[in-house]
């Protein structure tokens, strides 16, 4: 039984740069969310998928920032011309419906 | 819209003590409620879980919480803690009415002392 799993763990970029996160959630799960989490707080909802569409944006996933789900399967999160407050371990979680929702290790982007 | 409050940011206990980590929510719906564990630089485990039925919910590691209506709370327990309990611990409400995004709290750092 495979968790849910992100790549890459570690991320260092230079404000500007264009970042991608990768999520593989638990297979059989049909739903997969995006929060982000700064330090000292808990983690805040970005966006999630029910099968490849997207169904709900939060206010914080500013237009730099795009989501996809292709083939209801992996997802990625893409972060245009990073800026240093993009700083933050990004999590991944994937659910089978309104289940519980399992996470993954989270991805932690440093914006120079 | 849901808002959770965790008012104790840092929690020193000693091993073998009991803890109580406290959690409160506000929410104009019914919600589920959720408590879940996060150890350095690791995602977030479930600890437990209140859906329904009786308001004393047992999860892993000998943690429970128990969940009050007239005082929205729900409270994380543990009667004797270990070393291996210091981790961050966040609580979580879910709509019931099919809403699909957690919102957490800030957190409490239980941190467990020989």
């Known amino acids: 039984d495979t968790g849910v799993s992100q790549d890459p763990r570690h991320k260092i970029t230079k404000r500007g740069q264009n970042v991608t996160f990768r999520c593989d959630p638990i297979s059989e799960h049909n739903r997969l969310y995006w929060y982000r989490q700064t330090l000292g707080q808990g983690p805040e909802f970005l966006t999630y998928f029910q099968n490849e569409a997207q169904l709900e944006k939060s206010r914080l996933l500013s237009d730099r920032f795009s989501a996809e789900r292709p083939k209801g399967s992996f997802s990625t999160l893409e972060i245009q011309r990073t800026e240093q407050g993009d700083s933050a371990m990004y999590l991944c979680?994937?659910?089978?419906?309104?289940?519980?929702?399992?996470f993954g290790p989270g991805t932690r982007l440093l914006v120079l | 819209a849901q808002s959770v409050t965790q008012l104790d940011s840092q929690v020193p206990v000693f091993e073998e003590a009991p803890v109580e980590l406290r959690c409160n929510y506000s929410s104009s719906v019914s919600v589920y409620l959720f408590w879940y564990v996060q150890y350095p630089n690791q995602g977030l485990q479930l600890l437990l879980k209140y859906l329904s039925g009786s308001t004393l919910v047992k999860g892993i590691n000998g943690f429970e919480a128990e969940f009050n209506k007239s005082q929205t709370s729900f409270h994380l327990r543990k009667p004797s803690v270990h070393i291996s309990d210091t981790a961050e611990y966040f609580c979580?409400?879910?709509?019931?009415?099919?809403?699909?995004?957690?919102?957490f709290g800030t957190g409490t750092q239980l941190k467990v002392e020989l």
């Open positions: 979580a409400v879910m709509p019931t009415g099919g809403g699909n995004k957690l919102t």
């Open positions: 979680a994937s659910s089978w419906g309104q289940e519980t929702q399992y």
